[in-house]
């Protein structure tokens, strides 16, 4: 009996040294936070920003960022589901946060009641808030962004006497959309013959010169276009239309099945929009037309179309401001010369269900301007590494290197910056904030769609069906728009 005793003391004497050991294992991890990034453009910046973070305050930080291309959802899931979760994670907007929240991972910023963090979360504008019912606050936002038809003015310049830029430039975002649309047909012309072809815009008329110049001898087509990333005509381009119908994001995730069906028109002028630009290709090698080709990755992913239009063989790219340093990057002085241009779309009144004023002149000139990211506290973490948390992010939004990186090196325009006030080193940075300054910003009701379902289910029919064709008819758009609202409906309910 007494040796049976003895054998089991030392057995849980073991077992406790063993424990006692992978604790302290635990302990060092080898790291204090660890912060998961979405933004795959600025992984190399935000690895070092991560690094400058550790040499100011000796907090070791292990960081990830989500490769080009990469299913960001499919890879924070599998992080949350590893024994070392992410402290700080992204959020893309609430058709995301719902998961998180009801696995109880996302902390409620409200919680925080105290410290520099406290005060920094409650100072979050409403506006830019993660919120699921206005009240609560479950991130801080990566910075604001914004896109549309990124231009070089020197090319526009070439087209219309480097004296009519700004006149161009103005005139284009206040045009129409059939202005527009002409606009894209007659430079298509001039690229293949150039003459004296004249526009209108916004009721003015230009003329093309005679002749190319240095940058347009490069042309092959007017946009330069994604065709194997569905986000970048499933998520933004539809977002454009969605602005027609939806005043926020928590407008579009609220909304029932008649709000949804009332987008129909929306949805029709998104398709016919989506048809007028992918009918105008530029490609690496030569003008470019849909088929499969075009939806390959090969030749037309993220890391090709930059390059189209940076080599000055396209003339718009629709794309954001994160573009700027894979812009750069491929051509500097290109980049000092950016400007960006609004999506248009073919809207009409009717076609417009907010009631809030907006009209379809508005909508034609307005870039989407938004916050794309947040960055989440893991509320299951412990209660030191919330609070590292907590610190870091402090210091990424309000020190002096934080803001350098935020600003110099990934290329964004802080949340709370006044416009004006705010310039930004670069110049796609500088033309968001000249939106904003105007008021003539549109917002992302796309995030507030159905998980998945701009993207990967309306985006995916797009790639699989349609960006394979050729030509498109008025059966396709009213398919393209059918499809779009039985998806939603079936997603949301």
């Avoid at 604001?144 to 006497?161: A, M």
């Avoid at 930059?306 to 954001?320: R, S, T």
Wanted: charge should be neutral; aromatic fraction near 12%.
């Amino acid at each position: 009996m007494k040796k049976s005793l003895a054998f089991l003391f030392v057995f849980l004497l073991l077992i406790g040294t063993m424990a006692f050991a992978n604790g302290t294992q635990e302990a060092d991890r080898g790291y204090d936070i660890y912060v998961y990034n979405s933004k795959g453009e600025n992984a190399t910046q935000f690895a070092a920003m991560c690094a400058a973070y550790e040499k100011e305050t000796g907090v070791r930080v292990k960081n990830f960022s989500i490769g080009s291309g990469q299913d960001h959802m499919e890879t924070l899931r599998s992080e949350m589901n590893s024994k070392d979760m992410p402290t700080v994670f992204s959020v893309q907007g609430i058709k995301e946060l719902a998961e998180w929240t009801q696995g109880g991972f996302a902390l409620d910023l409200n919680t925080v009641k105290t410290g520099d963090f406290g005060k920094m979360a409650k100072a979050i504008p409403q506006s830019l808030r993660l919120t699921t019912d206005g009240i609560t606050s479950y991130g801080v936002p990566y910075n604001v962004e914004g896109y549309g038809y990124i231009v070089d003015k020197q090319l526009l310049g070439e087209f219309f006497g480097s004296d009519k830029i700004d006149a161009v430039i103005s005139d284009i975002k206040a045009a129409s959309y059939d202005e527009w649309a002409n606009l894209i047909k007659t430079t298509d012309a001039w690229i293949k013959a150039p003459s004296a072809l004249s526009v209108t815009l916004n009721g003015k008329t230009y003329t093309f010169a005679t002749k190319k110049g240095t940058l347009s001898a490069n042309l092959n087509g007017v946009f330069s276009v994604m065709g194997s990333e569905k986000w970048t005509y499933g998520d933004h381009f539809i977002n454009i239309a969605l602005n027609a119908v939806f005043t926020s994001e928590l407008d579009a995730n609220k909304a029932d099945n008649a709000k949804v069906e009332s987008a129909k028109g929306a949805l029709l002028d998104y398709a016919k929009a989506l048809d007028l630009k992918t009918s105008y290709l530029a490609g690496l090698k030569g003008p470019a037309e849909r088929g499969q080709d075009f939806v390959s990755s090969a030749n037309f992913g993220y890391d090709q179309a930059i390059q189209i239009f940076a080599e000055n063989k396209a003339v718009f790219l629709k794309q954001g401001n994160w573009a700027f340093g894979n812009i750069q990057n491929l051509n500097a002085d290109m980049a000092k010369r950016l400007v960006f241009l609004p999506v248009k779309m073919p809207f009409k009144p009717e076609d417009i269900k907010r009631t809030d004023g907006m009209t379809v002149a508005k909508l034609n000139s307005s870039i989407p301007v938004f916050v794309p990211n947040y960055y989440a506290i893991n509320a299951l973490a412990s209660d030191a590494d919330k609070q590292k948390a907590e610190a870091f992010l402090y210091w990424l939004n309000n020190s002096t290197t934080g803001k350098h990186y935020l600003v110099d090196e990934f290329a964004f325009i802080p949340y709370n910056a006044d416009p004006k006030t705010t310039t930004v080193p670069n110049s796609l940075g500088n033309s968001i904030i000249s939106y904003i300054d105007s008021g003539n910003i549109l917002g992302a009701p796309y995030n507030g769609s159905p998980a998945s379902w701009s993207g990967d289910v309306v985006g995916l029919k797009l790639k699989e069906s349609y960006l394979t064709k050729k030509t498109w008819t008025e059966a396709d758009y009213n398919d393209i728009a059918n499809y779009a609202i039985q998806k939603w409906i079936e997603m949301k309910n």
